[in-house]
T-cell receptor, first 117, second 114 residues
Framework: GAVVSQHPSRVICKSGTSVKIECRSL??????MFWYRQFPKQSLMLMAT?????????EQGVEKDKFLINHASLTLSTLTVTSAHPEDSSFYIC?????????????FGNGTRLTVT | AQSVTQLDSQVPVFEEAPVELRCNYS??????LFWYVQYPNQGLQLLLK??????LVKGINGFEAEFNKSQTSFHLRKPSVHISDTAEYFC????????????FGSGTKLNVKP
């Protein structure tokens, strides 16, 4: 149980275009989802917390106009990288908690490798 | 805020040898503890978790970890590693009082050699 599906797994786009990444909780409802960015050989950096039915909460230094997050339902959150540039190339991972309390672990999608040319 | 320290960025070990990956955190008050594994180009998979009770917790793939409150540590161990254990391992702490706070260590790359 507690499966998080992320799509696409890889995407290559040209500079200036936008890319949408989907994150779905397949067998549970998630009022909150988390979006991380991971640089090579580094840990995960929390970008934003996605809240169903309301605005996302962005971490300091993350441009909310560049990384648009929409959490339209209890099982789907999307991250759109707008006007992508080569420096946006990275590994993006979403996650969610299946339970309601802090004891419930995060469950992760398989990540999206974004390459901006 | 919590901080999670993984002292070793890389740990080379021969196949069938034991291994310990170290993790320390800033405070043992009001936290839950987790270990995750990440294979190349994949998301993170939960290995094990400590919520309460016995300080020795067993996880998947033969891994175990011990919670030590006095030393604020949660080291991961495996008595005999396999080539397939080669991956990145992350220690994580969840703030008991804040559902949205989940802190990760910098990761330890375990490299199992034949």
């Amino acid at each position: 149980g507690a499966v998080v599906s992320q799509h696409p797994s890889r995407v290559i786009c040209k500079s200036g275009t936008s890319v949408k990444i989907e994150c779905r909780s397949l067998d549970f409802q998630a009022t909150t989802m988390f979006w991380y960015r991971q640089f090579p050989k580094q840990s995960l950096m929390l970008m934003a917390t996605s809240n169903e039915g309301s605005k996302a909460t962005y971490e300091q230094g993350v441009e909310k106009d560049k990384f648009l997050i929409n959490h339209a339902s209890l099982t789907l959150s999307t991250l759109t990288v707008t006007s992508a540039h080569p420096e946006d190339s990275s590994f993006y991972i979403c996650s969610a908690r299946a339970g309601q309390g802090s004891a419930s672990p995060l469950h992760f999608g398989n990540g999206t490798r974004l390459t901006v040319t | 805020a919590q901080s999670v320290t993984q002292l070793d960025s890389q740990v080379p070990v021969f196949e069938e040898a034991p291994v310990e990956l170290r993790c320390n955190y800033s405070s043992s008050v009001s936290v839950y503890l987790f270990w995750y594994v990440q294979y190349p180009n994949q998301g993170l998979q939960l290995l094990l978790k400590y919520l309460s009770g016995s300080t020795l917790v067993k996880g998947i793939n033969g891994f175990e970890a011990e919670f030590n409150k006095s030393q604020t540590s949660f080291h991961l161990r495996k008595p005999s590693v396999h080539i397939s254990d080669t991956a990145e391992y992350f220690c994580a702490v969840s703030d008991r009082d804040n559902f949205n706070k989940f802190y990760f260590g910098s990761g330890t790359k375990l490299n199992v050699k034949p």
